[in-house]
């Protein structure tokens, strides 16, 4: 039987996320197929609406703006740390880790500034602000 993608469907997909300008930034390609529960995985709203209703063997390129990607870039984002919290071979822009986050999550942050008594960190998602690309090829949907 030929399913769609819809709500609840576990779906396996192969895809390559890049830039407008063609930098990839992921890829399936070499680490397998992704597969993951329709409408039940947290993934970018616009990927979401992109992928309904195709079938296994459909192919899809969606240009995605920061609304319908990762979010726009939010400014409350960006917090002030002693820098006395971060490692002194961590001290150094651009430097990512991750902090402890609620219920022994992780929050991803980027360092963006460092001052004389403080670091200024990005909490945004590395691609919060920018315009992606998706080119998707359903490979199998199932129940």
């Not at 039940?40 to 995605?64: F, N, S, Y």
């Not at 002030?80 to 022994?104: C, K």
Request: include cysteine.
């Amino acid at each position: 039987m030929d399913m769609q993608v819809q709500a609840g469907k576990m779906v396996c997909l192969d895809y390559v996320l890049s830039l407008l300008d063609g930098t990839v930034i992921d890829t399936t390609e070499g680490s397998g197929l992704w597969t993951y529960v329709h409408g039940q995985t947290r993934m970018p709203p616009g990927l979401v609406r992109g992928l309904e209703g195709l079938r296994t063997g459909d192919h899809r390129r969606l240009e995605l703006s920061p609304e319908e990607a990762f979010g726009p870039l939010d400014p409350t984002a960006f917090q002030e740390i002693s820098r006395d919290m971060v490692p002194t071979s961590a001290l150094r822009i651009g430097f990512t880790g991750e902090l402890p986050g609620p219920g022994a999550s992780l929050i991803p942050f980027r360092i963006h500034a460092i001052q004389t008594d403080t670091v200024t960190i990005d909490l945004n998602h590395p691609l919060a602000g920018k315009h992606v690309v998706f080119d998707v090829t359903i490979r199998h949907v199932q129940d």
